[in-house]
């Protein structure tokens, strides 16, 4: 079973950039299909990114295609989420989510592991 940890949020200006990782540990990392949700207070948490096992499919969200990337180092263990032309709109918990099924799915359903979740807040 894997466990996954979120790091790299924090506070930043509109405009800025940020890089979020989540590290995997607990399971061979490479099987899993893993994915970004983010939660901002009052709404439901919603699909940000996702990547496939190899790294080769990826999926996004409308609201952050062209400013966000993901990416996996999984000889690291590690899928990272960079964050560019970041907006007040983008301030919210991030939590990373792991499945080992092989579809790339947007639906929260679809996972099965989740992270503590680290937050990020993009002043105006």
């Known amino acids: 079973q894997v466990q996954l940890v979120e790091s790299g949020g924090g506070l930043v200006q509109a405009g800025g950039s940020l890089r979020l990782s989540c590290a995997a540990s607990g399971g061979t990392f490479a099987s899993y299909t893993v994915a970004w949700f983010r939660q901002a207070p009052g709404t439901a948490r919603e699909f940000v990114t996702a990547?496939?096992?190899?790294?080769?499919?990826?999926n996004y969200a409308d609201s952050v295609k062209g400013r966000f990337t993901i990416s996996r180092g999984n000889a690291a263990n590690t899928v990272y989420l960079q964050m560019n032309s970041l907006k007040p709109d983008d301030t919210a918990v991030y939590y990373c989510?792991?499945?080992?099924?092989?579809?790339?799915?947007?639906?929260?359903?679809?996972?099965?592991?989740w992270g503590q979740g680290t937050q990020v807040t993009v002043s105006s």
């Open positions: 990547i496939s096992r190899s790294g080769g499919i990826t």
């Open positions: 989510a792991a499945t080992l099924r092989s579809i790339v799915a947007r639906t929260k359903l679809e996972y099965n592991y």
